[in-house]
Nanobody
Framework: QLQASGGGLVRAGGSLTLSCGAS????????MAWYRQAPGKGRELVAI??????EYGDSVKGRFTISRDGDKNTVYLQMNSLKDEDTAVYYC?????????WGLGTLVTVSS
């Protein structure tokens, strides 16, 4: 089970940090990622991190930073210089072998 937190209302140009913790397993997850879905749009990759991968969506490069505490199966998303278009529900996603899980999402609203 994935539990995300840290969403909220923030002014444009501001910062916010999301966190997501996995429960139910002590095995180190292979990969963890953040996706987001804006109103009326499809779900898009924000960032993904694993032992060999660190990737960002084009729209957040240079502004967002993903990190993880592997021992705790927790992933973070530091979001800086937030823009109106960053408004979305942010979802945590994790993989372990052939299995994957989605968190319920946390809403981030950026106001100008």
């Amino acid at each position: 089970q994935l539990q995300a937190s840290g969403g909220g209302l923030v002014r444009a140009g501001g910062s916010l940090t999301l966190s997501c913790g996995a429960s139910g397993t002590k095995t180190r997850l292979d990969s963890m990622a953040w996706y987001r879905q804006a109103p009326g749009k499809g779900r898009e990759l924000v960032a993904i991190i694993s032992e060999t991968t660190l990737e960002y969506g084009d729209s957040v490069k240079g502004r967002f930073t993903i990190s993880r505490d592997g021992d705790k199966n927790t992933v973070y998303l530091q979001m800086n210089s937030l823009k109106d278009e960053d408004t979305a529900v942010y979802y945590c996603h994790a993989w372990l072998g052939a299995h994957d899980w989605w968190g319920l999402g946390t809403l981030v609203t950026v106001s100008s």
